[in-house]
Nanobody, 127 residues
Framework: QVQLLESGGGLAQAGGALTLSCAAS????????MGWFRQAPGKEREFVAA????????YYADSVQGRFTISRDNAKNTVFLPMNSLKPEDTAVYYC????????????????????WGQGTRVTVSS
């Protein structure tokens, strides 16, 4: 059973920065695509970023491109999401997820490609 634990959420001002982390345990981490999703109040969960197993390929949502950077440390079973130039519209619960796929395709942008999910960490950005 895979367990994912997010951390690093909190309150930030617009223009500020936060870094989210996701620690994985319970199964092989390094072979799988990892992703971040978010869900704002009253909205559906949406894709934020994804990274392939080796960390050299990434996808981003247009809304975060250039501001957020996904990375991973396979030796520590951890994936990171530094978030810069935060905006009030970034306010959401952020979820880390491990995919059921190993090949990095556009499917990594869809929640259905992910098998395991963390409990989420809340990010609130004030204007």
């Amino acid at each position: 059973q895979v367990q994912l634990l997010e951390s690093g959420g909190g309150l930030a001002q617009a223009g500020g920065a936060l870094t989210l982390s996701c620690a994985a345990s319970g199964d092989i981490f390094r072979d799988y695509v990892m992703g971040w999703f978010r869900q704002a109040p009253g909205k559906e969960r949406e894709f934020v970023a994804a990274i392939n197993w080796s960390g050299d390929r990434t996808y981003y949502a247009d809304s975060v491109q250039g501001r957020f950077t996904i990375s991973r440390d396979n030796a520590k079973n951890t994936v990171f999401l530094p978030m810069n130039s935060l905006k009030p519209e970034d306010t959401a619960v952020y979820y880390c997820a491990r995919s059921s796929i190993r090949v990095f395709t556009v499917l990594a942008k869809t929640s259905t490609a992910y098998e395991y999910w963390g409990q989420g960490t809340r990010v609130t950005v004030s204007s």
